[in-house]
T-cell receptor, first 116, second 111 residues
Framework: GAGVSQTPSNKVTEKGKYVELRCDPI?????LYWYRQSLGQGPEFLIY????????DSGLPNDRFFAVRPEGSVSTLKIQRTERGDSAVYLC??????????????FGEGSRLTVL | RKEVEQDPGPFNVPEGATVAFNCTYS??????FFWYRQDCRKEPKLLMS???SGNEDGRFTAQLNRASQYISLLIRDSKLSDSATYLC????????????FGSGTRLSIRP
């Protein structure tokens, strides 16, 4: 389909392991966002890309979290030394707007991460 | 203080009722505002943008009060299908940048 695609849809890992979550945005969308959502909470901002560069990474909780978007399309969120508190749904969204009003965010279905 | 605050609810109202949600934001430089809807175990989807003059889309009315940094959503003649979580969303920058979601207000419509 033409929507935002996230893989894997579910990931179960052990504490201390490394995890990569992938996001394939809508073709042509220059803005890409990562959020994480815990049960009963709203999406928590992690990082925003405009093109290849991280325009705002102020939401990344600590240095175990890192995200890249090397060619301005697909993005990977990387989590090192996972902890049980990292368990959440990680949502990716893309948008066509680059300035002014942000326009609509289109979300993927999310990657559910469970750290045992 | 959270950047975007909402009453978490839950609101449980009968079909046909009118219900209103409120939201406040802390950054006075915020430029654009939205309401998103999220169904259980689904991704958020845009419900409507919120304009300074207020705007209406069918049974839904959104209002913005910049002086009080307050946003509202009114749903008239509520339907069973309106049951969902409603997320208040604020763009805290002057361009496409940091977009912050509130924690959401749960709405349940009963027959």
């Amino acid at each position: 389909g033409a929507g935002v695609s996230q893989t894997p849809s579910n990931k179960v890992t052990e504490k201390g392991k490394y995890v990569e979550l992938r996001c394939d945005p809508i073709s042509g969308h220059t803005a890409l966002y990562w959020y994480r959502q815990s049960l009963g909470q709203g999406p928590e901002f992690l990082i925003y890309f405009q093109g290849t560069g991280a325009a705002d990474d102020s939401g990344l909780p600590n240095d175990r979290f890192f995200a890249v978007r090397p060619e301005g399309s697909v993005s990977t969120l990387k989590i090192q030394r996972t902890e049980r508190g990292d368990s959440a749904v990680y949502l990716c969204a893309s948008s066509a707007r680059t300035s002014g009003n942000t326009g609509e965010l289109f979300f993927g279905e999310g990657s559910r991460l469970t750290v045992l | 203080r959270k950047e975007v605050e909402q009453d978490p609810g839950p609101f449980n109202v009968p079909e046909g009722a009118t219900v209103a949600f409120n939201c406040t934001y802390s950054n006075s430089a915020s430029q654009s505002f939205f309401w998103y809807r999220q169904d259980c175990r689904k991704e958020p989807k845009l419900l409507m943008s919120v304009y300074s003059s207020g705007n209406e889309d069918g049974r839904f009315t959104a209002q913005l009060n910049r002086a009080s940094q307050y946003i509202s959503l009114l749903i008239r003649d509520s339907k069973l299908s309106d049951s969902a979580t409603y997320l208040c969303v604020v763009n805290t920058g002057s361009s496409a940048s940091k977009i912050i979601f509130g924690s959401g207000t749960r709405l349940s419509i009963r027959p």
